[in-house]
């Protein structure tokens, strides 16, 4: 079965950073646009960045623009999320998902249905 494994999440305190992973389990994720989306209780799940196959093209939320940083190495088949200088409001469990590109490099947070795979999700609380 193929699957998304995320990891990285944890308790940190406003103003702190933390690094999350999505690996493949079963599937190389080259050919495949990567998202992070998020979830907070009680709210609507909302796409935080993404990336394209070639890592050439991103896209952030407005909230996340200028703290968050999404890569990708496809050599070890993981993308990241870098996010720094966390609020209280980034408290979700976050979400990679996977989308298949058969031509050319782009990625959307737009329509979470349009991807194909998602992983469990790692919980990221941010509180003093």
């Known amino acids: 079965q193929l699957q998304l494994v995320e990891s990285g999440g944890g308790l940190v305190q406003p103003g702190g950073s933390l690094r999350l992973s999505c690996g493949g389990s079963?599937?190389?994720?080259?050919?495949?646009?990567i998202g992070w989306f998020r979830q907070a209780p009680g709210k609507e799940r909302e796409g935080v960045s993404c990336?394209?196959?070639?890592?050439?093209?991103?896209n952030y939320a407005d909230s996340v623009k200028g703290r968050f940083t999404i890569s990708r190495d496809n050599a070890k088949n993981t993308v990241y999320l870098q996010m720094n200088s966390l609020k209280s409001e980034d408290t979700a469990l976050y979400y990679c998902?996977?989308?298949?590109?058969?031509?050319?490099?782009?990625?959307?947070?737009?329509?979470?249905?349009?991807?194909?795979?998602w992983g469990q999700g790692t919980q990221v609380t941010v509180s003093s």
């Open positions: 998902a996977a989308q298949l590109i058969f031509y050319g490099s782009r990625c959307s947070m737009s329509d979470p249905r349009s991807y194909n795979y």
């Open positions: 079963r599937f190389t994720l080259i050919n495949y646009a």
């Open positions: 990336i394209s196959t070639n890592g050439e093209i991103t």
